[in-house]
């Protein structure tokens, strides 16, 4: 394919680097790069290594459970596999136009999205990320964890964990459950907020809202005290695509049109509808990996791939329609100089606006009479069919389904968040090869480089199942006829250790 | 968020949609079912995809924790042993481990958290839309057991 370094031309002659989290979790990836006898990188390769075949798993089922099974695609984001299901699905119940889903349900479902997005969000930050930002990617693998963080910066440890529960009681209050609720359903809600649920949630929402303000602002002493690396480190220019809100571009996640700009900032596309995605995106196989490339059709599988998720939604809004996250957006594009910020660690900043702006969303829709009185559903003229967008934490999100007269699922197509990123990090991982790679010797510091890069776009790789105890990383080097020449483990507590290649 | 908390606190987790991966969750369900009435008030089951740093605050108030987990690497049914929390780390997931969690939740208090116990089921199928296998359905029968005198207060971990 056409990016550098995608493919070497004679792998046969290259030594081999692999960054492989041992894990039997879903879709699970792994990091391989190619070294020529100088130690140049000539080939670097994000794959992943299981089928996942999710969508086998729905076909068959009665269409009125989907919502609630596609939840168990991911441990992190479940809502929006909730959501995005039940958004298809109203189209199938007939519950469009005339027969729209009530704007009491539309309140429920937008409440619990926004605050599906601020705990995924404050996980990301505070607790996967912060330890790279806040020590260093040189720093001792022991200490790039989030415990680290608690030790040495107890009251952002603190936050973190309180901004996350926060959203996870806003989703068990309009769920029901903490997981897996069954809050949303084809046509609208099963349930309106309660009174209790609501004074306890508006009770903490300023709190709440000046702690995600909080976060924004150390996301952005962090860009401002290296400017030079953040806007660089794993920079990949990129198209951006997005949904916003009809008519006036705003940032939007629950539901809009899709927009996608040039990586420069022009506009390409705008107002498209998400029931046409299949005219806009296709998506192409290549044999290396289990996910697949999704592109722009009218440029091509070479040239038509894009970047979602926070930096992309971030800079492909005209605006954020709430005042805190706004001011914080001008600031994260004032710092850009004009010009799209398109560096891995930028996308940190990014999500921390979202998360000021999702909350400020949470806090103002508390004062929503909507929320606590009126229909629960709606439905009209069954169809076969249904489409639908979300923004997830990661990005756009796509769920389609035909249904038979029988009420089964007849076919099921999914697009996630991590597929449509899916050449971005594959670039991003190169960008950090040649810029830290070439030449020298390998330390597990400049291996962290590439995690760094990766965990930037917060993939979810490896959340849908997990087991005690196995999630470590194997790297081997390997001569150009394949013997192995070192091995390096890191074990489950972050410490490295040598190893005999022969077991590799 | 919550009224004072059931003193005893058992944690299940895993993918229902993954064999043996749902045999933490199975466990609570089985639980919920053989838990005698005058127990019910004593015991809170708190059923999760994975673990999260929020459950740190739901150890808060605690007599007693027991995580319950599948372990591909088990060699014998059941398994159980004493947590003291503990740093580690992960590559890409997003998930913590019940140690870990347990070390949160003293960063967070300052104070050390309530006795936890890991209680390991040995699962071997993971699959997904596959139904558990049947080791791992022996394992959850004497992992039921086990839990049950640990909730009695009788339990050792091993």
């Known amino acids: 394919m056409p990016s550098p370094l995608e493919t070497a031309e004679h792998p046969e002659r290259l030594r081999r680097v692999a960054i492989d989290p041992l894990s039997r979790v879903e879709g699970h990836g792994k990091v391989t790069l190619l070294l020529d006898d100088a130690g140049r990188v000539q080939q670097a390769r994000l794959h992943i290594v299981e089928f996942r075949g999710f969508e086998q798993f729905i076909v068959g089922r009665p269409y009125w459970e989907v919502p609630v099974m596609v939840q168990r695609l991911c441990g992190i984001c479940p809502v929006s596999h909730h959501l995005a299901a039940s958004k298809a699905l109203d189209r199938v119940v007939g519950a469009t136009g005339a027969h729209a889903v009530p704007a009491s349900a539309t309140a429920v479902r937008r409440l619990m999205h926004y605050g599906q997005v601020m705990q995924s969000h404050a996980l990301h930050f505070f607790h996967l990320a912060s330890p790279d930002l806040l020590f260093g990617f040189d720093s001792e693998p022991q200490r790039r964890h989030i415990l680290a963080v608690a030790e040495a910066h107890p009251e952002i440890a603190r936050q973190g964990v309180l901004l996350r529960k926060y959203g996870q009681e806003v989703i068990r209050a309009t769920a029901g459950k903490r997981i897996h609720g069954t809050g949303s359903v084809p046509g609208g809600v099963n349930r309106l907020l309660s009174d209790e649920d609501h004074a306890l949630l508006l009770r903490d929402a300023p709190q709440m809202v000046d702690w995600a303000a909080g976060a924004v602002a150390l996301a952005r002493r962090l860009h401002e005290s290296d400017a030079a690396l953040y806007r660089h480190f794993g920079e990949v220019p990129a198209r951006m695509l997005s949904l916003v809100r009809p008519g006036d571009g705003a940032l939007e996640l629950y539901d809009g049109v899709l927009r996608v700009r040039e990586a420069d900032g022009r506009l390409l596309l705008d107002g498209a509808s998400d029931q046409d995605y299949l005219d806009l995106i296709e998506e192409a196989v290549r044999p290396w990996s289990y996910m697949k490339f999704p592109y722009l059709r009218r440029l091509g599988a070479e040239d038509g791939w894009y970047r979602v998720g926070p930096l992309a939604r971030v800079q492909n809004c005209s605006f954020i329609p709430t005042p805190r996250a706004e001011a914080a957006r001008q600031d994260f594009v004032a710092a850009a100089g004009g010009r799209v910020a398109h560096g891995a660690l930028t996308t940190h900043w990014a999500r921390m606006v979202e998360l000021l702006h999702a909350m400020e969303v949470i806090a103002e829709s508390l004062h929503d009479p909507a929320l606590r009185a009126g229909e629960l559903t709606a439905s009209g003229p069954r169809q076969a069919e249904g489409i639908a967008a979300i923004e997830a934490p990661r990005g756009t999100l796509i769920h389609h389904y035909r249904v038979g007269d029988d009420d089964l699922v007849s076919h099921c197509n999914l697009i996630v968040s991590t597929t449509h990123n899916n050449q971005a990090m594959n670039e991003a991982v190169r960008a950090v090869a040649r810029q830290y790679f070439d030449g020298r010797a390998l330390t597990e510091g400049l291996l962290n480089r590439i995690e760094v890069a990766i965990r930037a776009y917060d993939p979810c790789l490896s959340c849908a199942t997990h087991a005690l105890g196995r999630m470590p990383l194997d790297v081997t080097l390997r001569a150009a006829d394949g013997r192995p020449l070192d091995r390096l483990l890191r074990d489950g507590d972050g410490l490295c250790q040598p190893a005999d290649p022969a077991g590799a | ?158």
Do not use: K
């Open chain 2, 1 to 158: 968020m919550s009224a004072m908390p059931a003193p005893l606190l058992v944690i299940g987790w895993g993918n229902l949609a993954r064999g043996d991966d749902a045999l933490g969750p199975l466990c609570l369900e089985r639980l919920a079912a053989a838990l005698p009435p005058d127990r019910r008030a004593a015991v809170e089951l708190l059923v999760e995809h994975q673990l999260a740093p929020e459950h740190a605050l739901d150890l808060a108030g605690r007599a007693r924790v027991l995580f319950v987990d599948c372990d591909a690497a088990l060699a014998q049914p059941i398994a159980a042993r004493a947590l003291q929390p503990q740093r580690d780390a992960s590559a890409f997931s997003h998930a913590l481990s019940p140690a870990a969690l347990l070390q949160v939740y003293q960063q967070l208090h300052g104070a050390a958290p309530p006795p936890a116990t890991l209680l390991a089921l040995r699962g071997e199928r993971f699959g997904l839309g596959e139904p558990p296998s049947a080791a791992g359905l022996a394992a959850l029968d004497a992992g039921v057991a086990w839990a049950l005198a640990w909730l009695a207060g009788g339990a050792a971990a091993a």
